[in-house]
């Protein structure tokens, strides 16, 4: 078990492996073995039909079968047990139809379009639904984006975070509502769900955004200067026109305590607190840090580093260590509440979770989880510590969990990608000094290095 004893600041040489130069593109047969694995699933479930919902912020779901997101519109996927496979589109999403990575047949829905968009062709969601293929008496899935338990209610089985409209649609076109059944968890639960285990083609897809942003990360602690503004800092970020999962956020001072909210022409000065984030499909890395040289900048001194960054940094390490094929991510949450508990550092969310297209997929990290890590899996460490008075750190950064299976095939299809996290692993090893298992890949170019002093350029803390 790492301690604070045996951590140490000192000088560390990142790896210089900049922005990816291509993306990966998941091929046909991926999709149409992820459909044939959910209609097997379907009929476990007794299922007719899945409708899967998506929107510009839950769309992870609908891509992971088709390919495409509707942006700003909403959308409805319907999948049965043998035959087409059906999408209902608003008005300027309908021609993605074409560009799907599986045969779908697109139907235009103008309830799903922008308001006062013209209705020209206005016809029910009932309607919809059964040009789109659903029939009286059906029992249909339904998927959305949250996961639902007990806790909600003894049905809720029957509770959606799909709209209403569109769930009163439904339930007309499958003649009453309790037709229509939650499995959410079908895709997004984990260990077990659809989309909680993926191959090398989506893991070699996913790295491509998770690099960026961590990239973008590096480019913006290079770049920052007091006296610059939140947005001065951010202008240095490349996205490369890839969907973000997470607005792009950037503060300091003062509105490092106001929330989520955007960069702005707030300046930040020595002595201030930092925050850098950027998150596009398949990661997120995050740096939270003094905008200072050394303790003398920082309110508190040598307290923010001996008292709070050194006790969080030791549990960010034991937590990559720890994690790895077969490990309960019950004991993790364990780990994490022994070593850093929340009564005293002020964290609250899960200490870690999966994530895909979303930041957030879900998390099976917490109290009594009896979820055991596999191979397939992509993770982000997360662990938020507040403190009312000082600087508190923050490292969030993203892995994938692969067997040798797994690894080797990276290694054949795409030896970038596979160079790229190897070199990542060798710089944790080498100079951070982390012992991980051989199936931690990690996805970010910082990855597990965090220097507290924005200013002192080539430094972070290590294990002695």
Same mark, same amino acid.
């Given at each position: 078990?790492?301690?604070?004893?045996?951590?140490? *600041?000192?000088?560390?040489?990142?790896?210089?492996? !900049?922005?990816?130069?291509?993306?990966?593109?998941?091929?046909?047969?991926?999709?149409?073995?992820?459909?044939?694995?959910?209609?097997?699933?379907?009929?476990?479930?007794?299922?007719?039909?899945?409708?899967?919902?998506?929107?510009?912020?839950?769309?992870?779901?609908?891509?992971?079968?088709?390919?495409?997101?509707?942006?700003?519109?909403?959308?409805?996927?319907?999948?049965?047990?043998?035959?087409?496979?059906?999408?209902?589109?608003?008005?300027?999403? /309908?021609?993605?139809?074409?560009?799907?990575?599986?045969?779908?047949?697109?139907?235009?829905?103008?309830?799903?379009?922008?308001?006062?968009?013209?209705?020209?062709?206005?016809?029910?969601?009932?309607?919809?639904?059964?040009?789109?293929?659903?029939?009286? =008496?059906?029992?249909?899935?339904?998927?959305?984006?949250?996961?639902?338990?007990?806790?909600?209610?003894?049905?809720?089985?029957?509770? $959606?975070?799909?709209?209403?409209?569109?769930?009163?649609?439904?339930?007309?076109?499958?003649?009453?509502?309790?037709?229509?059944?939650?499995?959410?968890?079908?895709?997004?639960?984990?260990?077990? =769900?659809?989309?909680?285990?993926?191959?090398?083609?989506?893991?070699?897809?996913?790295?491509?955004?998770?690099?960026?942003? $961590?990239?973008?990360?590096? &480019?913006?602690?290079?770049?920052?200067?007091?006296?610059?503004?939140?947005?001065?800092?951010? $202008?240095?970020?490349?996205?490369? =026109?890839?969907?973000?999962?997470?607005?792009? @956020?950037?503060?300091?001072?003062?509105?490092?305590?106001? !929330?989520?909210?955007?960069? $702005?022409?707030?300046?930040?000065?020595?002595?201030?607190?930092?925050?850098?984030?950027? %998150?596009?499909?398949?990661?997120?890395?995050?740096?939270?840090?003094?905008?200072?040289?050394?303790?003398?900048?920082?309110?508190? %001194?040598?307290?923010?580093?001996?008292?709070?960054?050194?006790?969080?940094?030791?549990?960010?390490?034991?937590? /990559?260590?720890?994690?790895?094929?077969?490990?309960?991510?019950?004991?993790? @949450?364990?780990?994490?509440?022994?070593?850093?508990?929340?009564?005293?550092?002020?964290?609250?969310?899960?200490?870690?979770?999966?994530?895909? @297209?979303?930041?957030?997929?879900?998390?099976?990290? *917490?109290?009594?989880?009896?979820?055991?890590?596999?191979?397939?899996?992509?993770?982000?460490?997360?662990?938020?510590?507040?403190?009312?008075?000082?600087?508190?750190?923050?490292?969030?950064?993203?892995?994938?969990?692969?067997?040798?299976?797994?690894?080797?095939?990276?290694?054949?299809? *795409?030896?970038?990608?596979?160079?790229?996290?190897?070199? &990542?692993?060798?710089?944790?090893?080498?100079?951070?000094? /982390?012992?991980?298992?051989?199936?931690?890949?990690?996805?970010?170019?910082?990855?597990?290095? *965090?220097?507290?002093?924005?200013?002192?350029?080539?430094?972070?803390?290590?294990?002695?």
């Amino acid at each position: 078990m790492i301690t604070v004893k045996d951590l140490e *600041y000192r000088s560390v040489q990142l790896p210089e492996l !900049g922005f990816p130069a291509e993306k990966p593109v998941v091929p046909e047969e991926v999709f149409r073995a992820r459909l044939e694995k959910l209609r097997q699933a379907m009929a476990g479930r007794e299922l007719d039909a899945v409708v899967i919902y998506a929107d510009r912020e839950h769309y992870g779901s609908f891509k992971f079968y088709t390919g495409v997101d509707p942006r700003f519109e909403e959308a409805l996927l319907f999948i049965y047990q043998e035959g087409d496979v059906f999408c209902a589109l608003g008005n300027e999403c /309908l021609n993605l139809a074409e560009t799907a990575r599986i045969p779908i047949t697109g139907v235009l829905c103008q309830c799903l379009s922008l308001p006062n968009q013209p209705m020209d062709e206005f016809v029910s969601v009932e309607h919809t639904a059964k040009q789109c293929g659903i029939k009286h =008496g059906m029992k249909i899935g339904l998927v959305d984006w949250k996961l639902m338990s007990s806790k909600h209610g003894k049905d809720f089985r029957a509770i $959606s975070g799909m709209p209403e409209y569109l769930v009163t649609g439904l339930a007309a076109a499958a003649g009453r509502r309790e037709q229509l059944v939650n499995v959410t968890d079908m895709l997004i639960a984990a260990p077990d =769900g659809l989309r909680c285990r993926i191959g090398a083609e989506a893991a070699a897809e996913l790295e491509f955004g998770a690099a960026s942003a $961590s990239e973008s990360v590096l &480019r913006m602690l290079e770049h920052v200067q007091p006296g610059m503004s939140e947005r001065e800092i951010v $202008s240095v970020i490349q996205t490369w =026109g890839q969907p973000v999962s997470c607005h792009p @956020y950037v503060v300091g001072g003062v509105n490092t305590r106001r !929330g989520l909210i955007s960069p $702005s022409d707030h300046k930040v000065e020595l002595g201030d607190e930092l925050v850098v984030s950027v %998150g596009l499909e398949g990661g997120l890395t995050c740096r939270h840090v003094a905008l200072a040289r050394d303790s003398s900048d920082v309110k508190g %001194g040598e307290h923010f580093m001996e008292n709070i960054a050194k006790p969080y940094i030791a549990a960010c390490f034991n937590w /990559l260590e720890m994690i790895g094929i077969g490990v309960s991510c019950g004991d993790i @949450y364990t780990m994490i509440q022994t070593q850093f508990p929340k009564e005293k550092y002020g964290w609250s969310l899960n200490p870690g979770h999966m994530i895909g @297209y979303e930041e957030w997929m879900c998390s099976p990290i *917490y109290e009594g989880s009896e979820a055991l890590i596999q191979s397939g899996m992509m993770f982000q460490l997360d662990i938020i510590p507040t403190d009312p008075e000082y600087c508190t750190p923050n490292v969030e950064d993203g892995l994938l969990i692969a067997d040798e299976s797994l690894r080797s095939r990276i290694q054949k299809l *795409y030896p970038q990608v596979y160079q790229r996290m190897m070199a &990542r692993r060798a710089f944790a090893e080498e100079q951070l000094g /982390l012992k991980l298992k051989p199936e931690v890949l990690p996805l970010s170019n910082c990855f597990g290095c *965090y220097n507290p002093y924005a200013l002192q350029k080539g430094m972070a803390i290590a294990i002695r």
